[in-house]
T-cell receptor
């Protein structure tokens, strides 16, 4: 079964500082994507960033970037210049191993609750 | 930007009653999903749907659950006889050929 591990249940960061959230995953696929989702108190799932596994370059979206280590199956999220609005649950997700049906449903980690201290 | 629309945003139902959660996926997407998130826990896969049939389902998706796409646009999740433990946030998602998943804003189901 697919596993996604987020080892930090909670993290806190001072406003304007940088924080890194960790994620490791397990897949036998050679070509896949990885995702970070943000879930604010409204519980909506908001895509933060995605990484294509065949690309060596780490994805970047404004203040959000990833450190993707394919061999280590590690996919961490770095948030720079943290803002109060970044406070939320963050989930790492990986599509499941191809089963022949092609549905590629996502497997999520347990999440990291990020607090931003003013 | 195209959206996945879910209705209702919040549903309260009595234990044993049937509920239908509705979703309108993005029109040119091919794969449709339902996920569940019990409060304080991670998001769990329930079922995927492709070409008008279930392509995969998890062990959570037992006989009390069913899905259908009755009219080519709506995608519904039916829970036949709700239990207290079905209380959760239910997310619909869709994707096209690539890995472009789009989630709806969820339906909060409360079973009393």
């Amino acid at each position: 079964a697919q596993t996604v591990t987020q080892s930090q249940p909670e993290m806190s960061v001072q406003e304007a500082e940088t924080v890194t959230l960790s994620c490791t995953y397990d897949t036998s696929e050679s070509d896949y994507y990885l995702f970070w989702y943000k879930q604010p108190p409204s519980r909506q799932m908001i895509l933060v960033i995605r990484q294509e596994a065949y690309k060596q370059q780490n994805a970047t979206e404004n203040r959000f970037s990833v450190n993707f280590q394919k061999a280590a199956k590690s996919f961490s999220l770095k948030i720079s210049d943290s803002q109060l609005g970044d406070a939320a649950m963050y989930f790492c997700a990986c599509p499941s191993t191809y089963s022949g049906a092609g549905s590629y449903q996502l497997t999520f980690g347990k999440g990291t609750k990020l607090s931003v201290i003013p | 930007e195209p959206e996945v629309t879910q209705t209702p945003s919040h549903q309260v139902t009595q234990m044993g009653q049937e509920v239908i959660l509705r979703c309108v996926p993005i029109s040119n997407h091919l794969y449709f999903y339902w996920y569940r998130q019990i409060l304080g826990q991670k998001v769990e896969f329930l079922v995927s749907f492709y070409n008008n049939e279930i392509s995969e389902k998890s062990e959570i998706f037992d006989d009390q659950f069913s899905v259908e796409r009755p009219d080519g646009s709506n995608f519904t999740l039916k829970i036949r006889s709700t239990k207290l433990e079905d209380s959760a946030m239910y997310f619909c998602a869709s994707r096209g050929q690539a890995y472009g998943y789009t989630f709806g804003s969820g339906t909060r189901l409360t079973v009393v």
